[in-house]
């Protein structure tokens, strides 16, 4: 029976969890306690002493592989747990082992059950100062722990819970929290290990080499054509402005004139330090699978920051708690954000008003700031709760008033601090989410499948870890007399015509490392009889280097076509015919999500399969551009997903949503289920964010880069950009 009994144990260690009485032959237990270990997702199960435990053997295998796997690894620190290490084991009820440390720590957050299998502990690790146990409680792991260590491993018993009136409020909600979050880690003057290896203190250590940081932003303008006769006039003539941030230099700079260090010593090219905001549902859709997938997500993001970027952590379920302040990302910092994060459980409703307000919260009252600022929240579920309005009647939040004028780009302030939501599952509410997205400048991602959550979170911070430009403004002059602007086609980025027509302006805000822009400038261009050439347009951009917080000014040339007395045919340019594609499928599918959500699913459809009748009969499919070839695909997709009313509230509303959010911005974003198994999605990829998913599904597939933390690399510009 003892045999079978440790089978059973070591096949029901992860996720089943039984209850079974001791038997004469099980001396591993007291005579009065049973085993009980109660977890999320499956039900207890009770034998008498004449039930026998027999799993299939394929089931026995598996758990017993990955019982192995378990034992090696501290599922909260992700640190080795093998004896000998100078650090305590503890083991609980139901089997599963920790650091003392670390389970000591998850505990004192407020957590009284396993962060594996959220089994309910009857006992918990406390931490002793006194090398004697204090009465009735008992010394656990002697072995493993060190004998000069003043703590002591005790266990104390949990009492029973208290009656809670609100049961959908999660325990970490309960200690409480200040009304003004102006308790931010000061950034400090620490110098990361690049810094430290070069001998200088200067934040720019290529400055000391006498090489540049990196090259200026591009600014280049085509016209639709080359030419057009001096005779005509045009009253809609195109003009295409395009934009390229500086490369990433392919993250590399030797150090010279440095006597003490190797000839051939390399450091990484130093980047601009973020504070991000992480605004999480733990609402009780999110038990099992989602929850676990999303810590794993969340400890990817906080291996990957640096030790002077800032992470804050927000929780919300009925109700929203800051979870963890504003921090560093230092080897302590990242060790107490895993802690917290590991700590969640879902429970409750859906707040995500509540959520998106502490979140924002936490970047209005901060001390001090970091170059670059962005918000990340997730959902999975629709916002069951709702604000009032003066009139009394209840409706739906309004997003833009829970985010200050400094966040969403209002009175006062030109530029955003971004909101990158990502909506996961078939039950989120979408059309919220790309609400908050667009609002404040941020993109809107679907996650279709569970799976891809961690390769979506990398996706973002690929990028937020690669800004090189800071609150960017184009403004548009036109040089001839008689040219003056029409229209300016720039998606969801605000841009501003003067009343007499000659000057335009764009604000473009920031861009990633290698990150393009293209903006659609209408002109009108008069007839010019006595000059062989017109002189259009002449475009300026300034903008804050997010390192060195200068102000840096460009301006083009000036952008002139040929006024030949007869013009000929001309074809149109593929670049400013795929950019005229790219706007015509963003219409289009805004025009169909509108049909769609009137109930005219056959009108949706329609709409988009005369978009893609377009596309299909222009200059730049026909020379197969991947990115009209893939806006094609993605048309169709979008027909398939408006099928019938259930397949278009389930993933057609979400995944039409992510398409113009990503098109309107020109920023890459998940969609779907996956992040880079289309050219679609990789249309706007830039090569940090391309490193950054990468490094993810290396990690995922258990590469050995996921066994050890993966330190920052900025920039990542090694890989080609796909096109």
Same mark, same amino acid.
């Given at each position: 029976?003892?045999?079978?009994?440790?089978?059973?144990?070591?096949?029901?260690?992860?996720?089943?969890?039984?209850?079974?009485?001791?038997?004469?032959?099980?001396?591993?237990?007291?005579?009065?306690?049973?085993?009980?270990?109660?977890?999320?997702?499956?039900?207890?199960?009770?034998?008498?002493?004449?039930?026998?435990?027999?799993? %299939?053997?394929?089931?026995?295998?598996?758990?017993?592989?990955?019982?192995?796997?378990?034992?090696?690894?501290?599922?909260?620190?992700?640190?080795?747990?093998?004896?000998?290490?100078?650090?305590?084991?503890?083991?609980?009820?139901?089997?599963?082992?920790?650091?003392?440390?670390?389970?000591?720590?998850?505990?004192?957050?407020?957590?009284?059950?396993?962060?594996?299998?959220?089994?309910?502990?009857?006992?918990? #690790?406390?931490?002793?100062?006194?090398?004697? #146990?204090?009465?009735?409680?008992?010394?656990?792991?002697?072995?493993?722990?060190?004998?000069?260590?003043?703590?002591?491993? *005790?266990?104390?018993?949990?009492?029973?819970?208290?009656?809670?009136?609100?049961?959908?409020?999660?325990?970490?909600?309960?200690?409480?929290?200040?009304? /003004?979050?102006?308790?931010?880690?000061?950034?400090?003057?620490?110098?990361?290990? $690049?810094?430290?290896?070069?001998?200088?203190?200067?934040?720019?250590?290529?400055?000391?080499?006498?090489?540049?940081?990196?090259?200026?932003?591009?600014?280049?303008?085509? #016209?639709?054509?080359?030419?057009?006769?001096?005779?005509?006039?045009?009253?809609?003539?195109?003009?295409?402005? @395009?934009?390229?941030?500086?490369?990433?230099?392919?993250?590399?700079?030797?150090?010279?004139?440095?006597?003490?260090?190797?000839?051939?010593?390399?450091? &990484?090219?130093?980047?601009?330090?973020?504070?991000?905001?992480?605004?999480?549902?733990?609402?009780?859709?999110?038990?099992?699978?989602?929850?676990?997938?999303?810590?794993?997500?969340?400890?990817?993001?906080?291996?990957?920051?640096? %030790?002077?970027?800032?992470?804050?952590?927000?929780?919300?379920? $009925?109700?929203?708690?800051?979870?963890? %302040?504003?921090?560093?990302?230092?080897?302590?910092?990242? @060790?107490?954000?895993?802690?917290?994060?590991?700590?969640?459980?879902?429970?409750?409703?859906?707040?995500?008003?509540?959520?998106? !307000?502490?979140?924002?919260?936490?970047?209005?009252? !901060?001390?001090?700031?970091?170059?670059?600022?962005?918000?990340?929240?997730?959902?999975?579920?629709?916002?069951?709760?709702?604000?009032?309005?003066?009139?009394?009647?209840?409706?739906?939040?309004?997003?833009?008033?829970?985010?200050? $004028?400094?966040? @969403?780009?209002?009175?006062?302030?030109?530029?955003?601090? #971004?909101?990158?939501?990502?909506?996961?599952?078939?039950? @989120?509410?979408?059309?919220?989410?790309?609400? /908050?997205?667009?609002?404040?400048?941020?993109?809107?991602?679907?996650?279709?499948?569970?799976?891809?959550?961690?390769?979506?979170?990398? &996706?973002?911070?690929?990028?937020?870890?690669?800004?090189?430009?800071?609150?960017?403004?184009?403004?548009?002059?036109?040089?001839?007399?008689?040219?003056?602007?029409?229209?300016?086609?720039?998606?969801?980025?605000?841009?501003?015509?003067?009343?007499?027509?000659?000057?335009?302006?764009?604000?473009?805000?920031?861009?990633?490392?290698?990150?393009?822009?293209?903006?659609?400038?209408?002109?009108?261009?008069?007839?010019?009889?006595?000059?062989?050439?017109?002189?259009?347009?002449? *475009?300026?951009?300034?903008?804050?280097?997010?390192?060195?917080?200068?102000?840096?000014?460009?301006?083009?040339?000036?952008?002139?076509?040929?006024?030949?007395?007869?013009?000929?045919?001309?074809?149109?340019?593929?670049?400013?015919?795929?950019?005229?594609?790219?706007? &015509?499928?963003?219409?289009?599918?805004?025009?169909?999500?509108?049909?769609?959500?009137?109930?005219?699913?056959?009108?949706?459809?329609?709409?988009?399969?005369?978009?893609?009748?377009?596309?299909?009969?222009?200059?730049?499919?026909?020379?197969?551009?991947?990115?009209?070839?893939?806006?094609?695909?993605?048309?169709?997709?979008?027909?398939?997903?408006?099928?019938?009313?259930?397949?278009?509230?389930?993933?057609?509303?979400?995944?039409?949503?992510?398409?113009?959010?990503?098109?309107?911005?020109?920023?890459?974003?998940?969609?779907?289920?996956? /992040?880079?198994?289309?050219?679609?999605?990789?249309?706007?990829?830039?090569?940090?964010?391309?490193?950054? *998913?990468?490094?993810?599904?290396?990690?995922?597939?258990?590469?050995? $880069?996921?066994?050890?933390?993966?330190?920052?690399?900025?920039?990542?510009?090694?890989?080609?950009?796909?096109?």
């Amino acid at each position: 029976m003892g045999s079978k009994w440790r089978k059973a144990k070591v096949a029901l260690g992860l996720n089943l969890c039984a209850n079974a009485p001791r038997t004469r032959l099980d001396n591993e237990f007291d005579d009065d306690d049973d085993l009980e270990s109660i977890s999320s997702g499956a039900a207890s199960v009770r034998h008498s002493d004449a039930a026998l435990l027999s799993p %299939p053997s394929n089931a026995f295998k598996l758990s017993k592989s990955l019982s192995r796997s378990s034992k090696k690894m501290c599922s909260i620190c992700l640190a080795s747990m093998k004896p000998g290490g100078g650090h305590a084991i503890f083991t609980a009820e139901c089997s599963h082992s920790f650091h003392f440390q670390c389970i000591a720590s998850n505990v004192k957050h407020g957590n009284q059950v396993c962060p594996i299998c959220r089994a309910k502990w009857k006992e918990i #690790p406390l931490q002793c100062p006194s090398l004697d #146990p204090p009465p009735g409680r008992a010394r656990v792991n002697p072995v493993d722990w060190p004998q000069n260590n003043a703590l002591m491993t *005790v266990l104390r018993h949990v009492p029973p819970p208290r009656p809670i009136p609100f049961r959908n409020v999660a325990p970490l909600l309960q200690a409480p929290e200040p009304t /003004i979050f102006d308790d931010d880690e000061s950034l400090g003057h620490q110098l990361d290990s $690049s810094q430290k290896l070069a001998g200088t203190s200067d934040p720019n250590p290529a400055a000391d080499s006498g090489e540049s940081r990196m090259s200026m932003t591009k600014i280049s303008m085509i #016209p639709e054509v080359p030419a057009v006769s001096r005779f005509n006039a045009s009253d809609d003539f195109t003009v295409l402005v @395009h934009l390229k941030a500086p490369a990433s230099d392919s993250g590399k700079i030797l150090c010279r004139n440095q006597p003490d260090m190797p000839q051939a010593q390399v450091i &990484q090219t130093p980047r601009a330090p973020i504070d991000l905001v992480t605004v999480l549902d733990i609402s009780g859709s999110m038990a099992g699978t989602k929850l676990a997938l999303l810590k794993r997500a969340m400890s990817f993001v906080i291996q990957n920051l640096g %030790p002077s970027d800032r992470l804050a952590v927000i929780a919300f379920s $009925s109700t929203a708690r800051r979870l963890f %302040p504003l921090r560093r990302m230092s080897e302590t910092g990242r @060790h107490e954000a895993l802690q917290a994060v590991n700590s969640l459980v879902a429970n409750g409703g859906t707040n995500i008003a509540e959520g998106l !307000r502490k979140g924002a919260k936490i970047m209005e009252d !901060r001390r001090e700031k970091n170059p670059v600022a962005s918000i990340i929240l997730l959902s999975d579920g629709q916002d069951t709760y709702t604000v009032s309005s003066s009139g009394g009647n209840q409706q739906q939040p309004n997003y833009q008033l829970l985010l200050p $004028s400094s966040m @969403h780009g209002g009175e006062g302030s030109n530029f955003k601090i #971004p909101v990158h939501t990502f909506g996961f599952g078939a039950d @989120h509410d979408a059309s919220s989410m790309h609400s /908050i997205s667009e609002i404040s400048g941020g993109t809107f991602s679907f996650i279709e499948t569970e799976g891809v959550i961690q390769d979506a979170f990398a &996706q973002c911070i690929g990028g937020l870890l690669s800004v090189v430009v800071k609150e960017l403004q184009l403004s548009i002059d036109c040089v001839h007399p008689g040219v003056y602007l029409s229209s300016l086609r720039a998606g969801s980025y605000r841009s501003h015509i003067m009343s007499d027509g000659r000057k335009g302006s764009i604000d473009v805000g920031d861009l990633y490392a290698d990150e393009e822009r293209d903006f659609l400038v209408s002109i009108k261009v008069p007839a010019d009889y006595l000059r062989n050439e017109t002189s259009l347009l002449k *475009v300026r951009c300034v903008y804050k280097d997010p390192l060195t917080k200068e102000m840096v000014n460009l301006e083009s040339e000036e952008l002139r076509i040929s006024r030949p007395e007869e013009a000929g045919q001309t074809s149109v340019s593929i670049e400013v015919d795929r950019q005229q594609n790219r706007l &015509q499928a963003a219409e289009a599918m805004a025009q169909a999500r509108t049909a769609a959500e009137k109930g005219d699913l056959v009108g949706a459809t329609s709409i988009l399969e005369n978009s893609r009748k377009v596309l299909s009969q222009s200059v730049s499919i026909k020379c197969h551009d991947q990115l009209c070839l893939a806006l094609y695909t993605e048309l169709r997709e979008m027909q398939e997903r408006m099928a019938n009313r259930h397949v278009y509230e389930a993933s057609g509303r979400a995944y039409i949503l992510s398409g113009l959010s990503s098109h309107s911005w020109q920023r890459a974003t998940a969609r779907g289920d996956s /992040i880079d198994g289309s050219s679609l999605v990789q249309a706007y990829q830039t090569p940090s964010m391309l490193e950054m *998913v990468t490094r993810s599904q290396a990690t995922l597939l258990g590469s050995p $880069s996921s066994q050890r933390p993966i330190r920052p690399v900025w920039p990542l510009g090694s890989q080609p950009r796909p096109r």
